[in-house]
C-alpha cells in the first residue's frame, strides 16, 4: 500500500514512522510513505501557502492552488487518477474501526493535513473523497489524525503484523472491547491469572474471553453493543449477565 501525505510540517512525521510497527511494515515494502510539503508548491518566493478569509474573521487560511499542484505532483508521479484523498479535518466524519477497515483495502491513499482555520472550500469540491476527523476536540493540525489513520489502517494491511489474529482480537475490530490479558508471572501482588486461562480447553477459554469482551463493553461503551455485532452467543451471555444482576439486586 503507498499512502502520499500532504502537510506543512513533514517533519513531524520521523519519530513515529521511522519505529516499531509502521517502520517494520516499510522495510517489508508492505508500506509505502511519502510525505510532500505542500510549501514547496506555493508558487512564491516566500513560500506562504495562507491568507485572510473573505469575509473577515480570525486566523488563517489555507489557500486552494498550492494544495492541489501538490496533489497534481502526487497523481503523476502514481501515473494516474487519485482513487481516496482523505481530508483530515474537524468537520469530518468519526475515524473508526471500520473506517480502517475500509481504507486498508485501498492501493493508494492521500491524506491531506489542514491547518489555521481551515483549506479553502473549494479544494473539498475539487479532489476530496473523504473528510475524517479523530475526535470532538481541537488540534493545532491534521498531523496528529494523520498519524492516527496511517496507524490503524497499517495494521490492517496483511502481514503487517506478525499474527493475523493478533489485529482481530484487537478492542473495536468486532465491535466490543477486547478481554483482560494475562502472562507471566502466574501471581503478582496476590493477584493470580483465572484458572480457566490455564485450562488447556480452547472452547471454555474462547467462550470466558468473548463473556469478559461483553462485560467491559457493558461497563464501559455499552453504545457499542447494536444488534447488528451480537451474535446468538453473544444475546445467551449477555442474558446470564442480566440474570446475576438482577440476583444480585434482590
Known amino acids: 500500500m503507498i499512502i502520499d501525505i500532504l502537510t506543512l510540517f513533514p517533519e513531524m512525521f520521523a519519530g513515529p514512522f521511522d519505529s516499531s510497527i509502521i517502520k517494520r511494515a516499510r522495510n517489508k515494502g508492505l508500506l509505502e510513505i511519502n510525505l510532500t510539503d505542500i510549501r514547496a508548491f506555493s508558487g512564491n518566493k516566500h513560500n506562504t501557502v495562507d491568507d485572510t478569509p473573505y469575509g473577515g474573521g480570525a486566523g488563517m487560511v489555507m489557500q486552494a492552488p498550492p494544495i492541489l499542484r501538490a496533489l497534481e505532483h502526487v497523481r503523476r508521479a502514481r501515473g494516474g487518477a487519485l ?66 489513520v496511517v496507524d490503524a489502517v497499517a495494521r490492517m494491511i496483511p502481514g503487517v503484523l506478525g499474527e493475523s489474529a493478533s489485529a482481530e482480537d484487537d478492542s473495536f475490530y468486532h465491535g466490543l472491547l477486547e478481554y483482560p490479558q494475562f502472562t507471566r508471572p502466574y501471581e503478582f501482588e496476590g493477584l493470580s491469572v483465572p484458572e480457566i486461562l490455564l485450562s488447556g480447553h480452547h472452547e471454555k477459554i474462547r467462550r470466558w474471553r468473548r463473556r469478559q469482551s461483553l462485560l467491559k463493553t457493558l461497563e464501559r461503551r455499552p453504545d457499542l453493543l447494536r444488534p447488528e455485532v451480537l451474535t446468538g452467543e453473544d444475546r445467551e451471555i449477555l442474558k446470564e449477565i442480566a440474570e446475576l444482576i438482577r440476583g444480585a439486586l434482590v
Not at 83 to 105: E, H, I, K, Y
Not at 137 to 147: D, K, N
Open 83 to 148: 482513487s481516496r484523498v482523505v481530508l483530515m479535518c474537524p468537520t469530518g466524519l468519526t475515524f473508526d474501526q471500520n473506517w480502517a477497515r475500509d481504507l486498508a483495502g485501498e492501493e493508494h491513499l492521500v491524506i491531506i493535513c489542514g491547518h489555521y482555520e481551515g483549506i479553502d472550500e473549494r479544494v473539498r469540491e475539487l479532489a476530496v473523497t473523504d473528510e475524517l476527523s479523530i475526535g470532538d476536540y481541537v488540534l493545532t493540525g491534521g498531523e496528529l489524525p494523520a498519524m492516527v
